[in-house]
Nanobody, 123 residues
Framework: QVQLVESGGGLVQPGGSLRLSCEAYGFTLDYYHIGWFRQAPGKEREGVSCISSGDRRIYYADSVKGRFTISRDNAKNTVYLQMNSLKPEDTAVYYC????????????????WGQGTQVAVHS
């Protein structure tokens, strides 16, 4: 069974850090482009960061550049999102997704989605 499982969310104060994990089951993550997305209440899901397979090209949304870092550990079949200097506007459910087509901050190319992990940033 193909499955993506996110973990690492939680409540943090502004300026704090969290590391999200996205672990794949039933398939090899290294062959896929992986994206992180988030959806805040009442808003559309948006792309946060993505990393391609192979050449490891990385993209970030402008809102998180310099604060978030995406990485992948193929030995653990896991992709991470390190989030530093968190702001209240980063509060959302965070999802990872896998695409066999392209690394993109658009939702369109992604075939597999996790169930999401909640991140809340407030004092």
């Amino acid at each position: 069974q193909v499955q993506l499982v996110e973990s690492g969310g939680g409540l943090v104060q502004p300026g704090g850090s969290l590391r999200l994990s996205c672990e794949a089951y039933g398939f090899t993550l290294d062959y896929y482009h992986i994206g992180w997305f988030r959806q805040a209440p009442g808003k559309e899901r948006e792309g946060v960061s993505c990393i391609s397979s192979g050449d490891r090209r990385i993209y970030y949304a402008d809102s998180v550049k310099g604060r978030f870092t995406i990485s992948r550990d193929n030995a653990k079949n896991t992709v991470y999102l390190q989030m530093n200097s968190l702001k209240p506007e980063d509060t959302a459910v965070y999802y990872c997704a896998a695409s066999g087509v392209a690394a993109s901050l658009s939702l369109l190319p992604y075939d597999y989605w996790g169930q999401g992990t909640q991140v809340a940033v407030h004092s």
